[in-house]
T-cell receptor, first 114, second 117 residues
Framework: QQQVKQSPQSLIVQKGGISIINCAYENTAFDYFPWYQQFPGKGPALLIAIRPDVSEKKEGRFTISFNKSAKQFSLHIMDSQPGDSATYFCAASKTRNAGNMLTFGGGTRLMVKP | GAGVSQTPSNKVTEKGKYVELRCDPISGHTALYWYRQSLGQGPEFLIYFQGTGAADDSGLPNDRFFAVRPEGSVSTLKIQRTERGDSAVYLC???????????????FGPGTRLTVL
């Protein structure tokens, strides 16, 4: 059972454009929704995260929009730059035993063309 | 400061062999996680340690997989009788201890790429 579904699998955006990646989850017990950025040969790095009691969170060029009733959340990258080219993963977490095990989506490979 | 380190960076082994993968977390991080990332997919949770004990091992695929963290710092993931399907990147992450109402960022290492021939 895939608990977090991510789309699209790949995305090509022109420099300066807006990149939008969508995720949907099934388990309503999830209480934390981070986005990770991964470059080839590197581990994922936290980009931005949101809790379900907030509908939107913005940090610089990155914005998460969260729709609790629809069980969906999305990442918007404004003014996309070639350096943003990477694979992006949404994730969901439920605190358990003082830990936050992450359930990841399948990833979106973003390419920003100069 | 130093991040999470993992050794080796690459490991090639033959089917049926035993392998050990090492993770050195960020100093002071009591929580340690292992994930497995197959090619073109998102990481999948394997096991979580809080201090020396495995607090959640629900992600381990079968009893060929085992992990330890004897002193609450370095952790070793052990895979017995490796199979070709075990080929993947094994990621380790560490964080401060969480609480019921907080989330602490997980810092990932670069991973160990395991190839089983």
């Amino acid at each position: 059972q895939q608990q977090v579904k991510q789309s699209p699998q790949s995305l090509i955006v022109q420099k300066g454009g807006i990149s939008i990646i969508n995720c949907a989850y099934e388990n309503t017990a999830f209480d934390y929704f981070p986005w990770y950025q991964q470059f080839p040969g590197k581990g994922p790095a936290l980009l931005i995260a949101i809790r379900p009691d907030v509908s939107e969170k913005k940090e610089g060029r990155f914005t998460i929009s969260f729709n609790k009733s629809a069980k969906q959340f999305s990442l918007h990258i404004m003014d996309s730059q070639p350096g943003d080219s990477a694979t992006y993963f949404c994730a969901a977490s439920k605190t358990r035993n003082a830990g936050n095990m992450l359930t990841f989506g399948g990833g979106t490979r973003l390419m920003v063309k100069p | 400061g130093a991040g999470v380190s993992q050794t080796p960076s690459n490991k090639v082994t033959e089917k049926g062999k035993y392998v050990e993968l090492r993770c050195d977390p960020i100093s002071g991080h009591t929580a340690l996680y292992w994930y497995r990332q197959s090619l073109g997919q998102g990481p999948e949770f394997l096991i979580y340690f809080q201090g020396t004990g495995a607090a959640d091992d629900s992600g381990l695929p079968n009893d060929r997989f085992f992990a330890v963290r004897p002193e609450g710092s370095v952790s070793t993931l052990k895979i017995q009788r490796t199979e070709r399907g075990d080929s993947a990147v094994y990621l380790c992450a560490s964080s401060l201890k969480g609480t019921a109402s907080s989330y602490n960022e997980q810092f990932f290492g670069p991973g160990t790429r395991l190839t089983v021939l």
